[in-house]
């Protein structure tokens, strides 16, 4: 089958390089899918998963807040302003982190982007820890 070369990257490091069959991510506009043989895009990234069916037939996904995917001649490049592999994702420090700022939600405005921003991040890294 057809692939396409994967970079993810954060201002930290390189988190992941290698061949993709399918990556799926979310753009500020909604999901997006790439395969082989997509037109270019550019898109600015939301908080979300980015999952990644590799050549050999598993499954990578990597935790991205805010950032940028780029996607030519099958060629994607994710540069994100943070990020996590699964496996490197705490997940107590997570699931503290959550309750602390749903915490910090009783008797807070609704509208604090920055609190819903915070809260989101550490559902993105429960979920793409499997939690």
Do not use: W
Not at 75 to 87: P, T
Request: proline share 3%; no cysteine.
């Amino acid at each position: 089958m057809a692939t396409i070369q994967v970079e993810v990257v954060s201002p930290e490091k390189q988190l992941f390089s290698g061949e993709a069959e399918e990556v799926y991510a979310r753009s500020l506009d909604g999901e997006i899918g790439i395969l082989p043989g997509h037109q270019p895009a550019l898109l600015a990234l939301d908080i979300s998963p980015v999952k990644m069916k590799l050549a050999d037939g598993s499954e990578e996904r990597v935790a991205v807040h805010n950032g940028f995917l780029f996607f030519r001649e099958n060629r994607l490049v994710i540069l994100a302003d943070s990020a996590e592999r699964a496996g490197d994702i705490d997940v107590n420090r997570a699931q503290a982190r959550l309750r602390e700022l749903e915490g910090q939600e009783q008797g807070t405005d609704e509208d604090d982007e920055d609190l819903r921003a915070a809260r989101r991040r550490q559902e993105v890294r429960l979920d793409v820890a499997g939690r």
